[in-house]
Protein backbone atom coordinates (compact mmCIF):
# COMPACT_ATOMS: atom_id res chain seq x y z
CA UNK A 1 0.00 0.00 0.00
CA UNK A 2 1.53 2.98 -1.47
CA UNK A 3 0.40 5.40 1.34
CA UNK A 4 0.41 3.91 4.71
CA UNK A 5 -0.04 5.64 7.48
CA UNK A 6 -0.33 9.08 5.23
CA UNK A 7 -2.58 11.62 6.20
CA UNK A 8 -4.34 13.09 3.48
CA UNK A 9 -7.23 15.92 2.95
CA UNK A 10 -9.07 15.92 0.30
CA UNK A 11 -11.76 18.84 -0.42
CA UNK A 12 -15.10 17.87 -1.84
CA UNK A 13 -14.62 14.73 -1.17
CA UNK A 14 -17.93 13.77 -0.23
CA UNK A 15 -19.26 13.50 -4.20
CA UNK A 16 -17.90 13.16 -7.01
CA UNK A 17 -13.88 13.12 -8.49
CA UNK A 18 -13.33 14.09 -4.50
CA UNK A 19 -15.06 11.01 -2.90
CA UNK A 20 -13.55 8.68 -5.76
CA UNK A 21 -9.94 10.29 -4.53
CA UNK A 22 -10.65 9.95 -0.72
CA UNK A 23 -11.81 5.91 -1.36
CA UNK A 24 -8.79 5.42 -2.77
CA UNK A 25 -6.44 6.60 -1.00
CA UNK A 26 -8.00 5.40 2.45
CA UNK A 27 -8.00 2.02 0.19
CA UNK A 28 -3.90 3.03 -0.34
CA UNK A 29 -3.68 2.94 3.58
CA UNK A 30 -4.03 6.43 4.20
CA UNK A 31 -6.19 8.08 6.52
CA UNK A 32 -8.29 10.42 5.07
CA UNK A 33 -10.20 13.68 6.20
CA UNK A 34 -13.35 14.10 3.96
CA UNK A 35 -14.27 17.81 3.61
CA UNK A 36 -17.89 18.94 1.51
CA UNK A 37 -20.72 20.92 2.36
CA UNK A 38 -23.11 18.18 2.43
CA UNK A 39 -23.18 17.24 5.64
CA UNK A 40 -25.61 13.96 4.76
CA UNK A 41 -23.41 12.69 2.21
CA UNK A 42 -20.70 13.30 4.23
CA UNK A 43 -21.27 11.12 7.22
CA UNK A 44 -22.34 8.85 4.42
CA UNK A 45 -19.67 8.17 2.81
CA UNK A 46 -17.38 8.93 6.20
CA UNK A 47 -19.60 5.64 7.79
CA UNK A 48 -18.43 3.51 4.92
CA UNK A 49 -14.57 4.60 5.59
CA UNK A 50 -14.95 3.89 9.19
CA UNK A 51 -12.53 5.25 11.75
CA UNK A 52 -9.68 6.38 9.09
CA UNK A 53 -11.67 8.67 8.17
CA UNK A 54 -12.53 12.21 9.64
CA UNK A 55 -15.37 14.74 8.58
CA UNK A 56 -15.46 18.02 8.16
CA UNK A 57 -18.31 20.50 6.77
CA UNK A 58 -17.61 23.70 5.76
CA UNK A 59 -17.98 26.63 2.39
CA UNK A 60 -14.76 27.63 0.81
CA UNK A 61 -15.97 30.59 0.39
CA UNK A 62 -15.73 31.55 4.13
CA UNK A 63 -12.34 32.69 4.26
CA UNK A 64 -11.95 31.44 7.89
CA UNK A 65 -12.89 27.86 6.64
CA UNK A 66 -9.57 27.00 4.72
CA UNK A 67 -7.29 27.07 8.04
CA UNK A 68 -10.17 25.56 10.22
CA UNK A 69 -10.21 21.83 8.37
CA UNK A 70 -6.13 21.85 8.33
CA UNK A 71 -6.69 22.98 12.07
CA UNK A 72 -9.53 19.52 11.93
CA UNK A 73 -6.93 17.30 10.52
CA UNK A 74 -4.36 18.08 13.12
CA UNK A 75 -6.64 17.70 15.68
CA UNK A 76 -7.54 14.59 15.06
CA UNK A 77 -4.65 12.73 13.20
CA UNK A 78 -1.81 15.16 14.64
CA UNK A 79 -0.31 15.44 11.29
CA UNK A 80 -0.85 16.03 7.21
CA UNK A 81 1.14 14.54 4.50
CA UNK A 82 -0.80 16.04 1.56
CA UNK A 83 -3.76 17.90 0.59
CA UNK A 84 -5.87 17.42 -2.57
CA UNK A 85 -7.47 20.62 -3.48
CA UNK A 86 -10.50 18.86 -5.15
CA UNK A 87 -13.37 21.46 -4.51
CA UNK A 88 -14.62 23.56 -7.12
CA UNK A 89 -18.03 25.68 -7.97
CA UNK A 90 -19.02 24.50 -11.25
CA UNK A 91 -21.57 27.14 -12.27
CA UNK A 92 -23.12 27.74 -15.50
CA UNK A 93 -22.71 31.35 -16.63
CA UNK A 94 -21.64 33.10 -19.55
CA UNK A 95 -20.42 37.04 -20.43
CA UNK A 96 -24.10 38.23 -19.95
CA UNK A 97 -24.72 36.18 -16.91
CA UNK A 98 -21.79 36.35 -15.01
CA UNK A 99 -22.08 39.01 -12.36
CA UNK A 100 -19.23 40.06 -9.90
CA UNK A 101 -21.01 37.91 -7.05
CA UNK A 102 -21.10 34.83 -9.30
CA UNK A 103 -17.65 35.71 -10.06
CA UNK A 104 -16.01 36.51 -6.70
CA UNK A 105 -17.92 33.57 -5.14
CA UNK A 106 -16.33 31.26 -7.82
CA UNK A 107 -12.83 32.92 -7.33
CA UNK A 108 -13.50 32.64 -4.05
CA UNK A 109 -13.66 28.83 -3.34
CA UNK A 110 -11.86 27.92 -7.10
CA UNK A 111 -8.77 29.82 -6.45
CA UNK A 112 -8.45 31.43 -3.25
CA UNK A 113 -9.63 28.78 -0.79
CA UNK A 114 -6.85 26.23 -2.31
CA UNK A 115 -4.37 29.04 -1.80
CA UNK A 116 -5.21 29.89 2.04
CA UNK A 117 -5.09 25.62 2.61
CA UNK A 118 -1.42 25.48 1.17
CA UNK A 119 -0.81 28.54 3.18
CA UNK A 120 -2.56 26.82 6.83
CA UNK A 121 -0.92 23.58 5.93
CA UNK A 122 2.24 24.53 4.87
CA UNK A 123 3.88 24.29 7.74
CA UNK A 124 2.25 20.61 8.34
CA UNK A 125 3.81 19.72 5.04
CA UNK A 126 7.06 21.00 5.36
CA UNK A 127 7.12 18.84 8.68
CA UNK A 128 6.06 15.41 6.64
CA UNK A 129 7.63 16.44 3.86
CA UNK A 130 3.90 16.43 2.10
CA UNK A 131 2.89 17.11 -1.20
CA UNK A 132 -0.29 19.42 -2.92
CA UNK A 133 -2.23 18.47 -5.70
CA UNK A 134 -4.25 20.62 -7.36
CA UNK A 135 -7.28 19.51 -9.27
CA UNK A 136 -7.70 21.22 -12.90
CA UNK A 137 -9.76 21.24 -15.82
CA UNK A 138 -9.23 21.05 -19.89
CA UNK A 139 -11.21 24.48 -19.27
CA UNK A 140 -8.00 26.39 -18.35
CA UNK A 141 -6.31 25.54 -22.03
CA UNK A 142 -9.01 26.33 -23.81
CA UNK A 143 -12.56 27.39 -21.40
CA UNK A 144 -16.36 27.31 -22.65
CA UNK A 145 -18.20 30.05 -23.18
CA UNK A 146 -21.28 28.66 -20.61
CA UNK A 147 -18.40 27.98 -17.86
CA UNK A 148 -16.65 31.55 -17.97
CA UNK A 149 -15.77 32.12 -14.24
CA UNK A 150 -14.90 28.44 -13.94
CA UNK A 151 -12.77 28.06 -16.58
CA UNK A 152 -11.12 31.38 -15.80
CA UNK A 153 -10.37 30.11 -12.21
CA UNK A 154 -9.43 26.61 -13.52
CA UNK A 155 -6.29 28.73 -15.78
CA UNK A 156 -5.32 30.15 -12.21
CA UNK A 157 -5.13 27.01 -10.43
CA UNK A 158 -3.30 25.26 -12.86
CA UNK A 159 -0.71 27.94 -13.66
CA UNK A 160 0.58 27.39 -10.21
CA UNK A 161 1.05 23.67 -11.13
CA UNK A 162 3.51 24.71 -13.75
CA UNK A 163 5.74 27.65 -13.19
CA UNK A 164 7.33 29.49 -10.19
CA UNK A 165 4.92 30.15 -7.26
CA UNK A 166 3.61 26.97 -6.35
CA UNK A 167 7.24 26.27 -5.62
CA UNK A 168 7.64 29.62 -3.79
CA UNK A 169 4.59 28.77 -1.86
CA UNK A 170 5.43 25.14 -0.99
CA UNK A 171 9.11 26.99 0.73
CA UNK A 172 11.51 27.02 -2.74
CA UNK A 173 11.64 31.22 -1.42
CA UNK A 174 9.36 31.37 1.55
CA UNK A 175 11.76 31.62 4.71
Not at 54 to 79: H, K, M, N, W, Y
Not at 136 to 162: D, H, M, P, Q, T
Amino acid sequence: MRLQNKIILVTGSTTGIGEAIARRVVDEGASVILHGRDADRGRAVAADLGDRAELVISDLSDAAAPAQTVQAAIRRFGRLDAVVNNAALVTRSDLQTTDAPLFDKIMAVNVRAPMLLIRAALPHLKASQGCVLNIGSINAYCGEGNLLAYSVSKGAVLRWRSGEPLQCWLGAHAE
